[in-house]
């Protein structure tokens, strides 16, 4: 049985990795330096600025790697010169080599926000929302070049509410996801590494959210709205037009699930949990809109200076 701390090193960027990074050093083990993206652009000021992983990896004082390629020699040279045991990713946001994979003598662990072999890929929050699924969960895996397609270690369940969407969902998986990853640690010191292999037959994708996959299509039932919505809130965000302008849409609910009110995409009035919007089969409600280079408002507030009572959004 080992009893030391495990000597990694942590490959990660957004924010749903920091859950992760801060419960492997509350549990004190040796993260000997953090991966990250490199600093871009964010936000809307378009600011370059520092990954979240990288703003609290400074805070611990850890030392930080940004790699342009990870084929880069010296990247490589200096992760073999830190010497891990272990390799522990979480959204870093890129395919790892296979030299990579093949440097940490126990392997490399992986935290993936769905109950795979379901949903592999780089967005399986927002497609487990889009495709309506009441339940969903998180994996540790051990990975392997193939994505996703490792052998997993842990999974546990995770029921999807009516009022999640793809924020509040990634919240709840980052901090479940790093209570397990602990969990699976402590179970390697004991020696009790688990290599479940994964049914093929349970495959799905997940996709990255392409750029025209966000705009609404009202013809669709209420219900297949309101879960794109959900699924893209808050980022990217579906959107609709409004006189051309993109407008987007958050905290969608399903107001009436059958019968068609009016013309698909027709604004039919403020309703108490927000706009209400005519599908191909029933309406769905929005509670905020966000119209090109404006703020984010209520329903009420955003109508106060938008009249959509003539338009059929599209």
């Known amino acids: 049985m080992k009893t030391k701390p495990w000597r ?4 990660g960027t957004p924010a749903f990795a920091l859950p992760s990074l801060e419960a492997l050093l509350a549990a004190g083990e040796e993260v000997a330096a953090v991966v990250t993206q490199p600093d871009k652009p964010r936000g809307r000021g378009r600011k370059i600025s520092p990954s979240p992983v990288k703003d ?3 805070d611990w004082h850890l030392p930080v ?10 990247f490589r040279a200096a992760l073999r010169a830190y010497a891990p045991e272990l390799l522990i990713v979480v959204a870093y946001g890129r395919i790892l080599t ?17 109950l795979l072999p379901r949903y592999r890929g780089p967005a399986p929050i927002n497609w487990a929302l889009i495709r309506g699924d009441r339940e969903t969960g998180v994996t540790i895996q051990w990975m392997k070049y193939e994505v996703d397609t490792g052998e997993v270690f842990l999974q546990e369940r995770l029921p999807i509410l009516e009022e999640d969407n ?3 969902l990634a919240a709840k998986l980052a901090e ?5 990853l602990v969990q699976a640690l402590e179970m390697l010191r004991r020696g009790e590494a688990v290599r479940g292999v994964q049914d093929e037959a349970g495959v799905t994708h997940a996709p990255l959210i392409a750029p025209e996959m966000r705009r609404l299509d009202w013809a669709q039932p ?20 409004s006189r051309g302008q993109m407008l987007k849409l958050f905290g969608a609910r399903v107001k009436k699930s059958h019968g068609r009110l009016a013309a698909p995409g027709t604004a039919l009035g403020l309703a108490s949990q927000g706009l209400e919007i005519a599908c191909g089969q029933g309406s769905v409600t929005v509670a905020e809109l966000q119209l090109a280079g404006h703020k984010r408002l209520a329903a009420a507030d955003f109508l106060r200076g938008q009249d959509l009572s003539t338009q059929v959004l599209g």
């Open 8 to 11: 990694l090193i942590f490959m």
């Open 56 to 58: 609290l990896a400074r």
């Open 65 to 74: 790697l940004q790699p342009q390629s990870l084929k880069d020699p010296d």
């Open 98 to 114: 296979q030299e990579i994979l093949a440097l940490p003598p126990v392997g490399c662990l992986n935290v993936h926000a769905s």
């Open 166 to 168: 793809a924020g509040t």
């Open 176 to 180: 479940r996801g790093a209570a397990l």
């Open 222 to 241: 209420a219900q297949d709205a309101a879960n794109w919505i959900r699924g893209l809130d808050p980022r990217p965000g579906a959107y609709t037009l």
